[in-house]
């Protein structure tokens, strides 16, 4: 049979053998996208990534930007339709990056309520096909924390989704602790979603086009990954989950390396800022982290994940608008892999994890 | 029978089956030390990767700073001592990073000549127990094309060391372009060692002690390298190659997004500086890279990048003297793999690579 033929074949509902839960999909509230036209226009904003970003995405017209500044903002019939055509089941839908982040604090707390009570409205109408996470302005930890548990216990929302760094801030540091301390008490995971580097890191990357999707994405989110763990937050929060996407950010594969030099610093001491673990690195990796796909639809680097991570914690994700061909959904239904664990990466891992069956 | 027992009975000879080639060790002149330690002293270099790195090992009390200090320094008994224990038949040695790169011009010139007199008289010595790499100093592409020259006509080096970034420049900038054309017409290969991030990209890390091998490193030299591919240098120099350590600097596990975005990105024409290349990003991987598994003594990393990337492009090193453990070669003998591919492995893909047959 050949790749079209796959394509056209796909179907919601599960026929054969599990549903396709989606968990890294994006949204945008249209009085954002025009926040940011507008504040790109007028220079507003300086950072050099969110330019990079947005001024691609909010001015292009290549059919790719037009596409995803399309889809980000709708949360109706095209969605679903979309979904559809691709086989997806259902979304876990967020804020897109950098959401409220770039913003002044005011303008981020009202923006986190705003898109909050948008995706809750969309996820009351059609509650078989999406599902919700909480935005928050991190900008006030303890504003975010009350969104964060408005958005849970009011909305709906069993997940919290940051976008990574803050103005160059990342949520190792104490102002950033209610927003931990919230999301461990409520018992919802963290998703924590790339951002372009901050500008003390950008530059060697943006020189050569490599600070988006394709390079700095990675490096921002799993340095701030690590972090989490390095700075012993997950010493003090030790119930609390975090979700990275694109196969983990590749920190599986550096798993070995991290743990060595970790330890050899340590002993050491050359830093004061890295202390001793309760664990060593990988076991936060293996008991604190969860693992999305999105991005990655390749087979060796999801069983790698499985095999050194464990089954339990590799989800799937398609990363709608941004990366959803269904020719990816048919190469990861085509996977060499058991029936079982595959029902797991796409479907009853994110079911556990979003606590999904509860609701409804 | 005890990991104990297995590290006693680490021999060289290759009696198991093959000879252990380890490929990315390194030595520093004792002069070199000196300069580097006066200059911290006296406030000459201001780079806070350098300040972070050397200010560790040149200064620090600490066990790890004094083995590594001695040993960089050793090309003789000591270092032979060290092989023994560990089962090591071969090093390929290069000057320790950031070497020249850090220095003014005329200082980079002249230590690269001085490193590579030394090292070349440790390989005359002992021509079956070192080989090494040339050095040279990027400062001065013109001069560091000759001193390549020099290296391997007359010293008998069979490949070049480049520790990454200098003064945060990247080979793909014209100015070093000497320097991979001299390397493609000598038929030899580069190797990119990391440095610590440059001043423009690290302060997230250095501010988490996450700017050295743990992380910082990976990040500054994959970059490095995904920066020959995208920038078209490899299309320029077609037959150049590449060695990149770490098991790829996680490269290989990067492939599949890397591969996405750049097609994705260069549709849209998103960066006047990311332009159509003649292969897909990987095939760049497969066919100009070679990866070492230095620092990452790890079966699943290592097999990984041999299934993805090829097994004759994934090499044996050590990392002597940063990372020496010989627990870890036992780790690497025991690997579940077929002889022929284990041999590859630890012995005959380093031969063919640094041309070790034709000498002696």
């Not at 999406?130 to 930890?141: N, R, T, Y």
């Not at 990357?205 to 763990?229: K, N, P, Q």
């Not at 937050?233 to 599986?252: C, N, S, T, W, Y």
Request: some cysteine.
């Amino acid at each position: 049979m050949s790749i079209e033929n796959d394509v056209k074949a796909l179907r919601t509902g599960g026929q054969h053998g599990y549903l396709r839960i989606a968990t890294e999909e994006a949204f945008a509230p249209p009085e954002m996208i025009r926040m940011y036209r507008r504040m790109i226009r007028n220079g507003e904003i300086k950072d050099p990534g969110f330019l990079s970003l947005w001024g691609f995405y909010a001015f292009s017209k290549s059919p790719r930007a037009k596409f995803i500044f399309d889809s980000l903002q709708d949360l109706g019939e095209k969605r679903l339709a979309d979904m559809d055509e691709r086989g997806i089941d259902k979304q876990i839908i967020a804020l897109t990056s950098p959401g409220t982040q770039i913003l002044k604090r005011d303008q981020a707390v009202a923006l986190a309520e705003l898109a909050n009570d948008q995706l809750a409205e969309a996820c009351r109408k059609y509650p078989d096909r999406f599902a919700g996470m909480a935005a928050c302005a991190p900008q006030d930890g303890k504003a975010a924390a009350k969104e964060i548990e408005r958005g849970v216990s009011k909305l709906g929302f069993n997940s919290v989704i940051i976008n990574s760094h803050t103005n160059g801030h990342y949520l190792d540091e104490p102002q950033f602790w209610p927003i931990l301390e919230a999301a461990e008490a409520l018992d919802v995971p963290i998703y924590i979603h790339p951002n372009t580097p901050p500008k003390a890191m950008i530059k060697p990357m943006l020189d050569a086009g490599l600070d988006g999707a394709i390079y700095g994405f990675g490096v921002e989110t799993s340095l701030h990954a690590l972090r989490l763990i390095t700075r012993g937050v997950l010493d003090r929060f030790p119930k609390l989950q975090i979700i990275i996407g694109h196969m983990g950010e590749a920190l599986p594969f550096w798993q070995y390396r991290i743990d060595y030099m970790h330890a050899a610093t340590v002993r050491s001491k050359r830093y004061d800022v890295m202390l001793p673990l309760q664990r060593k690195p990988s076991e936060y990796l293996r008991e604190n982290y969860y693992m999305t796909n999105s991005g990655v639809a390749w087979e060796p680097a999801i069983k790698f994940t499985q095999a050194t991570v464990g089954v339990d914690r590799v989800v799937y994700a398609m990363d709608y608008p941004y990366q959803c061909d269904p020719e990816e959904v048919v190469a990861l239904d085509a996977m060499k892999m058991s029936a079982a664990t595959k029902k797991k990466f796409f479907q009853t891992n994110a079911e556990k994890l979003f606590k999904l069956k509860k609701k409804k």
